[in-house]
Nanobody, 114 residues
Framework: QVQLVESGGGLVQAGGSLRLSCVAS????????MGWYRQAPGKQRELVAG???????TYGDSVKGRFTISRDNVKNTVYLQMNSLKPEDTAVYYC????????WGQGTQVTVSS
């Protein structure tokens, strides 16, 4: 059994910052990829950012230059630093890990007001 617990979401004004955290616990031997996805109302879930076990990162086009993903392999934690937030970043943000099966967090709401 693997559990993912996300934190750090909330309400912020446009131009502000938030930092999301996701801690993985349970029967984890090793974590390969870790990532963040988001889903806005009426839209499909989309990749925000991902990071491999070796530290290689990938970002969605809409967040490049504003968001930074990082991970702490000792703590089994992945972070998402979100700067220069825009109203269109409003969504539920989900943590995902591949260990080696895919696991999802429960989601955390991020709301950016204009």
């Amino acid at each position: 059994q693997v559990q993912l617990v996300e934190s750090g979401g909330g309400l912020v004004q446009a131009g502000g910052s938030l930092r999301l955290s996701c801690v993985a616990s349970g029967s984890i031997f090793s974590i390969n990829a870790m990532g963040w996805y988001r889903q806005a109302p009426g839209k499909q879930r989309e990749l925000v950012a991902g990071i491999t076990g070796g530290g290689r990162t990938t970002y969605g086009d809409s967040v490049k230059g504003r968001f930074t993903i990082s991970r702490d392999n000792v703590k089994n934690t992945v972070y998402l630093q979100m700067n220069s937030l825009k109203p269109e970043d409003t969504a539920v943000y989900y943590c995902n890990i591949v260990a080696p099966l895919s696991y999802w967090g429960q989601g955390t709401q991020v709301t950016v007001s204009s």
